[in-house]
């Protein structure tokens, strides 16, 4: 709320929340105020009639940096019946609900002394005391408005006053100030949790798709495919049975299976075991027990990389030709004796 409007507050248009762990104990002396220090400073003070008829209560929320006001509250009740009286050492926002205790609302009364306490409460005495709010510094403002209470209203008062540091956090919460917009660095930090959450979203989606329509009562975990856009093979050419490259996602089963391929150092390469269709998806089963298997959601073609068939063995060169050398001096010899028996009986 703005300095120039000063108007009575009405709480019950104040907004719950639940609070933070805020310490209500006045400051010790000469405070040293942090870069992480609360932006904001309560002043809280109640003034009950030594004699006469009324008495009260405020409580002024301002921004240290630019002692504006951000939150105001002025409760003057007259006739002033020694109602309950609201302790300025609770937080601002018990101290506050607690004001109407003290009697029946006089508005005009209450505007009257509300100008008082603006002459005195001034921008720069704000950003002083919220610089340096000492009991002593908070004795002489209070000093300072009582008598001039006293001198509008005709009327002995006595006060008491406590000063309570605010977090930015807290008047959000309670909607009294808006949010700051998000830095660079929490705007990429929201974004980042935002996709982490939007793909754990959709991995549990696909691994219910997954789950549907299938008889399998083992553990089925998370896989994509190794893309070999030289060699691979179309996804839309894949049949069971091929031998294809996986990563394995996900963290429980999953880690535990990618731990055992590391140690034993195997290649992540498993059969196809089933192919199903749905949603305008692909899922590719793969086989990598017998009480797991992997799936992969396939949306678009793409080459995966495949096992190539293993092929038989070339005979070597060398053995070739010694195999051939032997063939023919075998049939050399058979000739030499089939000569020699020709010339023995018919020559």
């Known amino acids: 709320m703005p300095d120039e409007i000063l ?18 104990d006045t400051p010790p002396a000469e405070t040293v105020r942090k870069q992480n220090d609360p932006e904001f400073l309560g002043l809280k003070s109640t003034f009950t009639p030594s004699r006469g008829d009324m008495g009260g209560g405020f409580c002024v929320i301002f921004e240290g940096k630019t002692g ?9 009740a007259k006739p002033y019946a020694n109602g309950q009286i609201p302790e300025v050492g609770k937080d601002w926002r018990n101290f506050v609900k607690s004001l109407p205790s003290m009697g029946p609302l006089d508005k005009d009364w209450g505007e009257k002394l509300q100008a008082e306490l603006k002459e005195i409460l001034t921008v720069d005495e704000k950003k002083k005391l919220f610089e340096n709010y000492t009991k002593v510094k908070i004795r002489q403002l209070e000093s300072m408005y009582r008598r001039s209470f006293e001198a509008a209203a005709q009327c002995v008062f006595s006060s008491q006053t406590e000063a309570e540091p605010i977090a930015r956090p807290e008047l959000e919460r309670a909607k009294i100030i808006k949010p700051l917009p998000p830095t660079p660095e929490e705007q990429a930090r929201m974004q980042k949790e935002r996709e982490e959450k939007e793909k754990a979203e959709k991995e549990e989606r696909e691994r219910e798709e997954a789950k549907k329509e299938g008889n399998f009562e083992g553990t089925i975990i998370k896989c994509n495919p190794q893309v070999d856009p030289v060699k691979g093979k179309a996804s839309s050419e894949i049949a069971p049975g091929d031998i294809i490259g996986i990563t394995i996602e996900g963290d429980g089963t999953s880690a535990l299976v990618n731990k055992y391929l590391a140690e034993n150092n195997i290649e992540p390469l498993f059969p196809v075991d089933e192919i199903r269709e749905t949603q305008g998806k692909k899922f590719l089963y793969v086989k990598i027990s017998d ?57």
């Open 68 to 76: 504006r006001t951000v939150f105001q509250i002025f409760w003057l």
């Open 291 to 347: 009480e797991i298997r992997g799936y992969v959601a396939i949306t678009k073609d793409i080459k995966i990389r495949v096992k190539e068939s293993d092929k038989p063995d070339q005979p070597q060169k060398g053995a070739s030709f010694m195999n051939d050398l032997f063939f023919f001096g075998l049939l050399g010899a058979a000739l030499v004796a089939l000569l020699f028996v020709i010339r023995y009986f018919f020559l």
């Open 7 to 24: 108007t009575v507050h009405d709480i019950k248009n104040m907004a719950d929340s639940p609070r933070g762990n805020t310490n209500t």
